[in-house]
């Protein structure tokens, strides 16, 4: 699979307030080296703030350098682009829902080709809550 997306949400634990860039840092991270497995060197860049419908959020963008043991079939380069929107319950945050895409960015099989790098960024930008 060349690219993908998925999305979710984060809860609070136990009540405790969620920091919305440590959040969706660390969410890349994990989501980095879960994909292209722990060896994988994960480049989180520094969150960007936005909005979605008006609520808080921010974008993210993490390129990916696993450690390729089968070129032809495995990417040398990869792209976790996460945006995290703050859920809040009563004004307070109680969670980040997100809208993850990775995507293969160079090596691995010549087809399919790796997804253009402005479309994850579209995908991104589609982005709505509920």
């Known amino acids: 699979m060349r690219s993908f997306a998925a999305s979710g949400d984060v809860q609070s634990k136990e009540g405790a307030d969620l920091d919305l860039n440590k959040t969706v840092t660390d969410f890349a991270k994990s989501f980095g080296t879960g994909y292209y497995k722990d060896t994988a060197k994960v480049d989180v860049g520094t969150p960007e703030e936005t909005e979605v419908g008006g609520k808080k959020a921010v974008k993210i963008t993490a390129p990916v350098t696993p450690k390729v043991s089968v070129p032809k ?6 792209e976790i682009a996460i945006i ?3 859920l809040e319950d009563d004004g307070q945050p109680a969670g980040v829902a997100m809208l993850v895409v990775v995507s293969d960015a160079q090596g691995g099989p010549d087809d399919p080709k790796p997804l253009p ?3 994850a960024q579209d995908i991104l930008d589609s982005a709505r809550v509920g």
């Open 73 to 78: 079939c495995e990417a040398a380069k990869g």
């Open 117 to 119: 790098a402005d479309v």
């Open 84 to 86: 995290g929107v703050l």
